[in-house]
């Protein structure tokens, strides 16, 4: 069936907008909630109307949107969580748990399904999740899940796990500093004789004790 939507329903269709449904979504859902209306010539004249009010609105929800992304920078998401073994989680992180995180900061609800996870978390660890905050506008927000019981605490693991990794040049700096200790404890006076140099000492003894034959 050919329809009209009335209204914007999230994976189906927006305000204004001429789609073919299914009848049973039509006829079941679309149609008796006044999502949408049969696409005759009559309701079709409404389209452009229609679509001009949903791009004015769409265009609100976007500066909304961008505000809210303000909101959420610099302000990781930290789930603290029960974990077991080899840092897998008692259970898991899903959308609805972001989305409330999310929420606290905001100030606001968040629907999970704004929430992109592609699936549950379930191992300790820093993530990069999207959240799409209007049909334009879209974030990344990282976010750490962390043990609950860490023996350091939890801001301190928080800490830890943001932390960026050291430079390459330090880690190569510290080696050959550890190698150039080495080396200079080897050559230290006392510390190696080689077999020869004792053999050698030996040789010269045995021959000093042999009498002279005349």
Do not use: C, W
């Not at 452009?48 to 610099?74: H, I, M, T």
């Not at 190569?172 to 500093?177: A, F, L, N, P, Y």
């Amino acid at each position: 069936m050919k329809v009209l939507f009335l209204e914007t329903v999230e994976g189906s269709g927006t305000r204004g907008e001429v789609k073919t449904v299914t009848n049973g979504y039509a006829r079941n859902y679309l149609l008796p909630r006044g999502y949408a209306a049969p696409a005759t010539p009559t309701v079709l004249k409404q389209a452009e109307r229609l679509v001009a009010e949903e791009e004015v609105r769409q265009q609100s929800l976007d500066e909304q949107a961008q505000q809210l992304v303000g909101k959420l920078q610099g302000h990781p998401l930290v789930m603290a969580v029960r974990v077991g073994e080899q840092g897998r989680l008692y259970g898991s992180v899903t959308n609805a748990d972001i989305a409330e995180k999310a929420g606290e900061i905001l100030g606001e609800e968040l629907d999970r399904r704004r929430v992109l996870l592609p699936e549950v978390i379930r191992q300790v660890g820093v993530y990069s999740v999207s959240l799409r905050l209007s049909r334009h506008v879209t974030t990344e927000v990282q976010v750490v899940v962390v043990n609950a019981e860490a023996p350091q605490g939890v801001d301190a693991a928080v800490a830890e796990m943001l932390a960026p990794p050291a430079p390459l040049e330090d880690i190569t700096q510290d080696r050959t500093s550890s190698a150039v200790g080495i080396t200079a404890d080897a050559s230290e006076p006392g510390l190696y004789v080689s077999d020869g140099m004792a053999g050698d000492d030996d040789t010269d003894a045995d021959a000093d004790e042999k009498p002279a034959t005349e």
